[in-house]
């Protein structure tokens, strides 16, 4: 297809991969193409609904992890529960939370890390140059605003599948 995958993936067990641009359905299959050219181990959550015994073992194939929000259970709290449960869980989310044009990013995928003390490993699907960039581990800090305006910083301008709904 022509692309090139720019940096690395950590060696370590825990971590969250922050992918922005998210505008196309599209964007799935680059993630499991580079997650399956990489050789890395990366998941995502549903919610529990959709493991049910016929579904539930092609989204577990496919690294999902069923995750519950009934009761008073916040989203953060229940896969923090989820990164506790397993030895070793790398989580792939949008932190834009929709394919639609967003101007400010969802701060879920902060604060799990901020919970957990793991890093924020920001990934831009660059459609415009054909690039995936795996950029630096990113801790977070006692400063949110700066953090999340750095966070941010590195995905403005990155142009996906649907240019006109980039981040």
Not at 1 to 23: Q, R
Not at 72 to 100: C, M, Q, W, Y
Not at 105 to 129: H, M, W
Request: aromatic share 14%; proline share 5%.
């Amino acid at each position: 297809m022509n692309w090139s995958i720019v940096g690395t993936f950590p060696s370590i067990p825990k971590y969250i991969v922050a992918v922005v641009p998210h505008t196309s359905w599209l964007d799935i299959f680059i993630g499991l193409l580079v997650r399956s050219i990489l050789g890395e181990s990366i998941n995502f959550v549903g919610k529990k609904e959709l493991f049910t015994p016929l579904t539930g073992w092609f989204f577990r194939t496919l690294g999902g992890a069923p995750i519950d929000r009934s009761g008073n259970k916040d989203s953060v709290e229940s896969i923090a529960a989820v990164f506790e449960a397993h030895e070793k869980f790398r989580l792939a989310l949008a932190p834009e939370g929709t394919r639609g044009k967003v101007d400010k990013l969802r701060t879920g995928y902060y604060y799990i890390a901020k919970r957990l003390k793991i890093p924020i490993i920001p990934v831009s699907f660059d459609y415009e140059n054909k690039k995936v960039i795996v950029h630096s581990n990113f801790y977070t800090s006692s400063d949110e605003q700066k953090d999340l305006k750095t966070l941010e910083t590195l995905f403005k301008g990155v142009c996906g599948y649907s240019k006109e709904k980039s981040f």
